[in-house]
Nanobody
């Protein structure tokens, strides 16, 4: 069974940095996208950044230039380097994996979430 374990969340002052990590275990097929989403209180869950197996990355406009997503295909990990954090970046960050199995079925997995708190 696929499992996603996140780490790296915590409390940081505005302007500081944090790195989130997600370790993925289980059966991971070649066609997959890994990414990070976040949800602030009272808001919908939103995309932060994703990266395909081929290394093509997308990120939300609000984090461009500040956040960097990367993955290690050999280790099945995906990291999110967050720099110059702002108050509006606070929320629960969720690791996500979407993949296509050998029967061409799309499968989606979520981590349990890790809290990022930004203080002024």
């Amino acid at each position: 069974q696929v499992q996603l374990v996140e780490s790296g969340g915590g409390l940081v002052q505005a302007g500081g940095s944090l790195t989130l990590s997600c370790a993925v275990s289980g059966t991971i097929f070649s066609i997959n996208t890994m990414g990070w989403y976040r949800q602030a209180p009272g808001k919908q869950r939103e995309l932060v950044a994703t990266v395909t197996g081929g290394g093509v990355a997308n990120s939300a406009d609000s984090v461009k230039g500040r956040f960097t997503i990367s993955r290690d295909n050999a280790k099945n990990t995906v990291d999110l380097q967050m720099n110059n954090l702002k108050l509006e970046d606070a929320g629960v960050y969720y690791c996500n994996v979407r993949q296509v199995d050998r029967e061409w079925r799309e499968l989606t997995y979520w981590g349990q979430g890790t809290q990022v708190t930004v203080s002024s």
